[in-house]
């Protein structure tokens, strides 16, 4: 009965020891531990690479920040429209922004010890290039699913100009989800089409 369940609460209150706790402890030291165990201080060093910010790419750097990456380049020159808030993690405060800022600013807001940087302009800019190659991430995403794009990344990928890298993308009205890997130096995307001219991707 709600008296009788009032009753039992109120005497357990009386005598428990409560100890105060921080249950916002999201600490890169904390995520590192929960993620990478023993390898958490090598994981610290690894860095990573977000081109494209989009309600994909935003989704993935959201998730992926948090498993203890030390440094972050966000790469993406679109703004937030207002038709990109039912999917963006990013809300209306970011309206008309470049998405690579907005998630820029969200990630160190959550995880101020983690060195995020962003370029909002593309990737094959000069300036965007050249920060992408200095931090020599172990991983480059990539979820512009702009073919054109992605056939460049993988064969600067190829000549080890680049990390690995991972190209993703999600089929019209979500009917499928590709993800594909290239290890630094291997075989490009132009080799694993088909070769009937068909332009799909094997993998």
Known sequence: RPTGFAEAAQRFLSTAKFVRCDVQDISTDRLLRRSAGDKAASQAERRLTLIGCGSLGG???????RHGFGRLLLIDREILHPSNLARHVLGWPWLYRHKAEGLTELLRQHL???????????????????RLVELDAALTIMATGDTNSELTLSRHCNRGDVGACVFTWLEPNLAGAHLVYQPRGGRSLECLHEDNGAGHILY
């Open 59 to 65: 989704f993935l750097i959201d998730v992926l920040a």
């Open 112 to 130: 101020p010890e983690t060195a995020v940087g962003f370029e909002p302009q593309d990737f094959r800019e000069q300036t965007a290039w050249k």
